[in-house]
């Protein structure tokens, strides 16, 4: 079975500075990773994805990620936060294919001006 | 163009009745699938299409809940005598041939009373 960890619930960061969300996995097999963004009342908005390739990857509105194989983590990063970056970021895996997503629990990002 | 559009947004209906949800997925998609998010589970995985067969149900959480897609378009998810327990946000998203993001529609958002 896969899973995705996304340990924690909430992140404060001051506009301007770096962010980070964490996310780890857990996929047999080589995997697919996909980073989503949830807006209140909004379905969910694809800001990027890893497949293979290099380990940086660049999303939407300047977001990227990097994959670490060795330490199972995809994590979400931005230089520079925007009050508008507020909202609530799932982590996702499958495994190839076309199988169904399996999603972490999301973290909510606040961003501070 | 269009993204995937659901129907209805909203749906308040009494514990025991019948509802039917609808999603028509972009235009020319092929896979199209359908997620529950609620706040004890987060975002779950139901079911998944390709064209008009189902070959991932595993996701469905009892035999209360099915689902069918015709003519490899718009689909229904069907859930009979519903519980409390099924009040959520239904989400639809769909992808096309050969790529791996999934595109959601703004969901459904079911209430059990």
């Known amino acids: 079975a896969q899973s995705v960890a996304q340990p924690e619930d909430q992140v404060n960061v001051a506009e301007g500075n770096p962010l980070t969300v964490k996310c780890t996995y857990s996929v047999s097999g080589n995997p697919y990773l996909f980073w989503y963004v949830q807006y209140p009342n909004r379905g969910l908005q694809f800001l990027l994805k890893y497949i293979t390739g290099d380990n940086l990857v660049k999303g939407s509105y300047g977001f990227e990620a990097e994959f670490n194989k060795s330490q199972t983590s995809f994590h979400l990063k931005k230089p520079s936060a925007l009050v508008s970056d507020s909202a609530l970021y799932f982590c996702a895996v499958r495994r190839g294919g076309a199988d169904g997503l399996t999603f972490g629990k999301g973290t909510h990002l606040i961003i501070q001006p | 163009g269009a993204g995937v559009s659901q129907s209805p947004s909203n749906k308040v209906t009494e514990k025991g009745k019948d509802v039917e949800l609808r999603c028509d997925p972009i235009?020319?998609?092929?896979?199209l699938y359908w997620y529950r998010q609620s706040l004890g589970q987060g975002l779950e995985f139901l079911i998944y299409f390709q064209g008009n067969s189902a070959p991932d149900k595993s996701g469905l959480p009892s035999d209360r809940f099915s689902a069918e897609r015709t003519g490899g378009s718009v689909s229904t998810l069907t859930i009979q005598r519903t519980q409390q327990e099924d009040s959520a946000v239904y989400l639809c998203?769909?992808?096309?041939?050969?790529?791996?993001?999934?595109?959601f529609g703004p969901g459904t958002r079911l209430t059990v009373t």
């Open positions: 235009s020319g998609h092929t896979a």
């Open positions: 998203a769909s992808s096309s041939q050969g790529d791996v993001e999934q595109y």
